[in-house]
């Protein structure tokens, strides 16, 4: 299924019931991480605070407006006159999902469109450069030719944090390539219910994954230092419980009218709180990460980005997060009926940057009564502002002599062979083998015959899932640059061996081995929020038809999640869980034939039924058909 979503809509229409180890050495090396000492990594970069002294001095000359202007994030898409930048004083800017140049979507037009936005700040009487945003959560994915690795599902099962290190300073290096210098990222959600849309966005049901996993990738977007011009500013998310909301309590429903999970309410003690959904925070601000977004769910009832005690108390105080904090895309409005009062409890709270996103001003003018009413204390909005330049003053943003312009010699690495390498090393670690009888794995690059089917053999959009290009990504050709697994194993094989494909599996009859690329189509978000995680049907004929065939059938699955596949199971003879793998098929033909042995373990339990969900390492009576770290290897 392809869908067009219109992001603004689907969240105005929806959302809005207020109340409611084996690594390649050279790759890593060449990005600079072989250099470790063997106590680890180095101590993260000096602390945000450490630059109070010019905050104060800056802070002490900025007029009520220009501080609250900081606080504001406008999507960009959504500014009425570009002069807006200068009048509102504006902080920051986003691009949501899909939210591309108006001059079009490739690399040189995102380049002139951050710099041409980044020119308006400097005309602002105090010349403070913008923070960009972007979501670049496998790669710079919004962006046409970058390299997309793995989706978080896929990482979690390398276990591997100098690789996911790696591949998140190649994301930063392209994301700065286009003068973006914010990336909303890592999602270290600790995703508890396979049915949950955002399932493929975490690490694994375990929060050590969030905890390791998470960490390497702000010490890879971040570097050892935020003002080094490679770094990007990392932004851990969302914070908190976003992966353990309840069955049923989604704030809006999902294509089918189901209300499932997404943006719903976490019932929890805090104690299951802390110990399953805080990890991620408390090794990302070890790490010094210098943003965290607060999450759409409610912990309790109580939505968490009007938590004074969550984001305040628990993330500022005790864990002493010095960053700042940014909200989730209209994430206030949801606060309570009242735009304005949602706004004074949300800053209040602890919120120090609104992703307002579209109707930035009357969030500005809002926010300034508030403030002129006495509702929001000017030592908060002095905090606010000042977590907001700690961290420009950390990217070297404030330094006179440093442009805060794209460094355009960077294009040349911009999708880059070097790049997808390391993403093909991500793929190759992340697969993980659930099957292989008879040795039917690794194939032999000298057959005869290999009779490819299935309708994501060759669709690089099923490859890659939600958020690439599109806010929901899409089937076909989303992007250019990357390889299909069809043309992976043409490839690989050797030139006598004639390759044959057909969707459906059909015309088999002869072959030496059967490969069958099923499962998900793109979706994000709450649009994926399912009750029903079976095959498609089409999926299913195309394994019964090379079966049929009486050859040997490997399956090859895409999807965002474990899947109920016991039928399909019996029916193969290897079964490799691709997850989401991004542009480089090539990492998966890399273990089909043989060159890499897989080494992947599951980072979620998979489940036998839908019956069994939701099921995670650790449950009571906890038997699921391929258990948490379940993964095969070749002999
Ligand atoms: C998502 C965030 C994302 C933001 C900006 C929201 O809908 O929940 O993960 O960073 O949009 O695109």
Sequence with gaps: MTKKINRRQFIESSALAAGATMFAPTIIEALGIGTRTAMGYPAAQKPL????????????????????????????????????????????????????????????????MCDGYQEHALKTRL???????????????????????????????????????????????????????????PCVTVPRDERWGRTYEGFGEAPELARTLGEAAVRGLQRDDLGDPLSVLACAKHFVGDGGTTIGTAGFANPEGKHLL????????????????????ISTVKAGVGSIMPSYNSWNGVKVSGSRRLLTGILKQELGFEGFLISDYKAVN??????????????????????????????????????????????????????????????????????????????????????????????RQSLVLLKNEKRTLPLSKKLARIHVGGKSADDIGNQCGGWTIEWQGKSGEVTPGGTTILKAIQNTVSPATKVTSSKDGSGAGGADVGIVVIGETPYAEGVGDRD?????????????????????????????????????????????????????GQGVTDVLFGDYKPTGKLSFSWPRSMAQIPINVGDKNYDPLFKYGFGLTFA
């Design 262 to 281: 997404d943006q719903g309410d976490t019932q929890l003690s805090e104690a299951d709180l802390r110990k399953i959904h805080l990890q991620g925070y």
């Design 532 to 584: 029903d995680l079976a095959l498609a049907a089409e999926d299913v004929t195309a394994i019964n038809n090379m079966k049929q065939a009486g050859i040997p059938v490997v399956v090859v699955l895409f999807s965002g999640r474990p899947m109920i596949i016991n039928d399909a199971l019996g029916r193969c003879d290897a079964f490799v869980a691709a997850w989401l793998p991004g542009t480089e």
């Design 49 to 112: 605070s450490s630059y109070d002294r010019q905050v104060r001095e800056l802070l002490a000359r900025m007029t009520l407006e220009e501080k609250i202007g900081q606080m504001t994030q406008a999507e960009q898409d959504a500014l009425k006159d570009v002069n807006d930048i200068q009048k509102y004083f504006l902080g920051s800017l986003l691009s949501g999902g899909g939210s591309d140049p108006k001059a079009g979507n490739s690399l040189a037009a995102w380049t002139d």
């Design 334 to 427: 949801q606060i309570t009926k009242d735009y304005k009062e949602a706004i004074g409890i949300s800053i209040n709270a602890g919120m120090d940057m609104v992703m307002v996103p579209t109707d930035y001003e009357q969030f500005f003018n809002l926010l300034l009564e508030l403030v002129k009413e006495g509702k929001v204390p000017m030592a908060r909005i002095d905090d606010a502002v000042t977590r907001i330049l700690r961290v420009k003053f950390a990217m070297g943003l404030m330094n006179k002599s440093r442009s805060p312009l794209a460094d355009r010699r960077l294009h040349k690495t911009f999708g880059s062979a070097k790049h997808r390498q390391v993403a093909r090393e991500c793929v």
């Design 127 to 185: 010349r403070i450069p913008l923070l960009y945003g972007a979501d670049a959560v496998h790669g710079h994915n919004n962006v046409l030719g970058a390299v997309m690795f793995p989706h978080n599902v896929g990482l979690g099962c390398t276990r591997n944090p100098k690789l996911v290190e790696s591949a998140a300073r190649v994301t930063a290096e392209e994301v700065r390539a286009t003068g973006v210098n914010w990336a909303f990222a």
